[in-house]
């Protein structure tokens, strides 16, 4: 279909625009569509990231945790602690045991 123009200007700036290529009806998204996606990118990395942050928190954790019974490995009987001594939750522990 043909569209006429009043004024010279108004065909250049349509001679600009691209011609539409044919594409499968399947590779078609709408914005709202692409923009989920893109949403759920974002937030996939945003879990990936503060995952690998609580991960990094909790090595560091066991890792103290490791070096405190070394530690109470080496001291002396009277100073020693039971391992189920060794409880950093008091809490919790007490509702496991009910």
Known sequence: ??????NQSERNELAKIP?????N????????????IEFQK??????RDFRNEI?????????D?????DTNERVTDIEQLNRDEFVIDITKKNKLEK
């Not at 279909?1 to 009043?6: G, L, P, Q, T, V």
């Not at 991960?55 to 890792?63: A, S, V």
């Open 25 to 36: 009806i399947n590779d078609l998204q709408t914005v709202t569509e692409r923009m989920v």
């Open 55 to 63: 991960m990094r928190e909790l090595n560091g954790i066991k890792e």
């Open 42 to 47: 974002h937030n996939e990395k945003r879990k």
């Open 19 to 23: 011609e539409a290529q044919p594409c």
């Open 1 to 6: 279909m043909e569209i006429s123009f009043d």
């Open 65 to 69: 945790l490791r070096g405190l019974l």
